[in-house]
């Protein structure tokens, strides 16, 4: 009993975030006695959150608490009646969210949150550094939605659906690198940063080679680590913070449920597309393929299904790319590869 009060406290107080709520208003809402409620407040409180309690003011969140809890993500969600697991640390999100989808029918829009990773993955087996309380690492479970787009397409619109929120929430226009990585354009720095990526993953029916289902994994960078990054990413990552010298809260369980909402319904938005397009940032550009380093070649286009029209430099031969690995070849810094 005192856990469903705990639950059913936190997700009132996270509905009004900022705001007293005094204690016999609580147990009138919740249906229990202000006893219970006191014991629940309590218990948050042993638990981490930053609940205040003030006499003859009653309890309150703060507006900047981020915390990870279900009961947050549950306010945002438009379908609420979902999965969700979080964790303080995890090997991989899309792993976890991949066993339980495999062995629990769970419906579409379920996800698994955690505040680090020990073994993130990113495209082409790379890995994704994850350190904890420092970024937002999600994995979605998407079954119809799935099933109206290729993966690739997939990954396309995810990438959309994050530059949408976090365009909406702190008014920073991420740019996309064909085909999964959010970067930004630092002048300080005067080159291209990675603040995030997608990695799409799907369980294809056996004998049909439809897709059955779905799972979108996204890593963003909210804040730099205490330390820095590693060496080898020193001149690659950065983080939304910093893109300004203004101290940004983030609310790492509004961000999630945003974007989920955003991927429950962005297969179906004729307009998605072309944002993926417009927002790419390799066009124009001077690139090598892996693999294919003594080949530059300059980025002609976004195709309308996603691929990458390129045409090589010495041969003046066009082709379009659905999967690679690309590096920017420029001599100028602003070209430094991401």
Known sequence: MAETVKSKLLSELEKNKGTFISGAKLAETLSCSRGAVWKAADILKKEGYPLLSVPNRGYCLPSQSDLLSKEAVRTHLKRPDVRIEIYRDIPSTNQRLKQIAVTDMIPEGSLVLASGQSAGRGHSSHVFYSPASCGLYVSTLLR?????????????????????????????????????????????????????????????????????????????????????????????????????????????????????????????????????????????????????????????????QGGLQIRYLAEKETVILKQAQVRLTDPSKEAAHV
Not at 165 to 189: E, F, G, T
Not at 271 to 285: K, T, V, W
Request: charged residues 20%; glycine residues 6%.
């Open 144 to 304: 119809q939605q799935a099933q109206m787009v290729d993966d690739q397409t997939l990954t396309s619109l995810a990438a959309v659906a994050v530059c949408r929120v976090i365009k909406k929430l702190y008014q920073i226009n991420l740019s996309i690198k064909w085909k999964n990585d959010l970067v930004l354009y630092l002048p300080k720095a005067q080159e291209w940063r990675k603040i995030g990526g997608i990695l799409t993953e799907v369980s294809r029916d056996i004998d049909e080679g439809s897709i059955d289902y779905a799972i979108v994994g996204i890593g963003l960078n909210l804040t730099s680590p205490p330390g820095g990054y590693p060496e080898n990413l020193s001149h690659i990552a950065a983080s939304l913070q910093d893109t300004t010298d203004q101290k940004l809260v983030f609310d790492r369980c509004l961000i999630a449920a945003l974007i989920v909402n955003q991927l429950l319904t962005i297969s179906k938005d004729p307009s998605a597309m072309q944002e993926y397009i417009q927002r790419n940032m390799l066009p124009g550009r001077i690139v090598t393929i892996d693999g294919q380093e003594d080949r530059p070649a300059e980025v002609l286009s976004i195709t309308g």
